[in-house]
């Protein structure tokens, strides 16, 4: 369902995600399991594979209106479709452009959408300052994913073999654990210095934060080995006292029954 009219719009049936911003470039497992979302799927694999796929406001909105998803999203292939027996599907989607909603379209089994392809604006001839501003990002990247494990070990790597810039900056800010508002707010740039910049932002907000948050659970640690050393030395310390105790009593046990020897044999 995908026809162009004279603004190079199209339609297009309409896939809104709970709580993921797809960038260009990402291919991303889903399961999915509402309805619409189900028959979305459905109408678009005997034709071009094609699906917008953009993100709700909501994630625990179950039943989202128009207005409760976001203007800008990806449109995207669908590479493999799994129905399992539960009902839901597992589908594999590939994100190719990014597009915006200019209107709704009636329809009662879906959401379907006319959207436009957004042009990125013209990249920058490679200046000193968007080449030391791409070497920045990367060496702060790596530096955050250090810190982040949760990213795959070798994302940084990845990254330093990435030779288009618009392909860079995309992988990036979707490797980025941020909040969806924000996540959303980076896939709404369309100029790729521009994007640097913020994910530049970003990353040096983040590092921030993890450094905070390492430098306590490392002082929690610490503590907390001081803490289990003390106890342990405390509960020596009473294992001790204990055996002189018990040592004291059999010393005085031993002095009373050597003086009732001697009185016994004195008074025979």
Do not use: W
Not at 169 to 198: A, H, R
């Amino acid at each position: 369902m995908k026809n162009k009219s004279k603004n190079n719009s199209f339609s297009i049936p309409l896939l809104p995600l709970r709580d993921i911003v797809v960038f260009p470039g990402m291919i991303t497992p889903l399961f999915v399991g509402r309805d619409k979302s189900i028959k979305a799927l459905e109408s678009v694999m005997d034709i071009n594979k094609k699906i917008f796929l953009v993100t709700q406001k909501n994630p625990q909105d179950d039943s989202p209106s128009t207005n409760d998803i976001y203007n800008t999203g990806c449109v995207g292939k669908v590479v493999q479709l799994l129905k399992l027996p539960d009902g839901t599907v597992k589908v594999l989607i590939e994100a190719t452009e990014k597009a915006e909603i200019i209107k709704y379209l009636k329809t009662d089994n879906f959401f379907v959408a006319e959207v436009r392809i957004i042009q990125n604006k013209p990249q920058l001839v490679k200046s000193k300052h968007l080449s030391a501003l791409t070497r920045r990002v990367l060496s702060r990247f790596e530096d955050y994913s250090k810190l982040n494990r949760t990213l795959p070990s070798d994302s940084s790597v990845s990254l330093n073999q990435i030779k288009d810039l618009e392909q860079l900056v995309n992988t990036i800010s979707s490797y980025l654990v941020l909040k969806i508002d924000d996540k959303q707010k980076l896939l709404c740039i369309s100029s790729v210095d521009k994007l640097f910049e913020k994910i530049l932002m970003h990353l040096e907000n983040e590092i921030g934060v993890l450094e905070v948050e390492k430098k306590i659970k490392s002082r929690v640690k610490r503590q907390m080995e001081k803490t289990q050393r003390e106890y342990y030395l405390n509960e020596q310390l009473k294992a001790v006292q204990k055996e002189l105790g018990d040592l004291e009593n059999s010393q005085d046990e031993f002095s009373e029954l050597e003086n009732k020897i001697k009185t016994f044999s004195l008074s025979t």
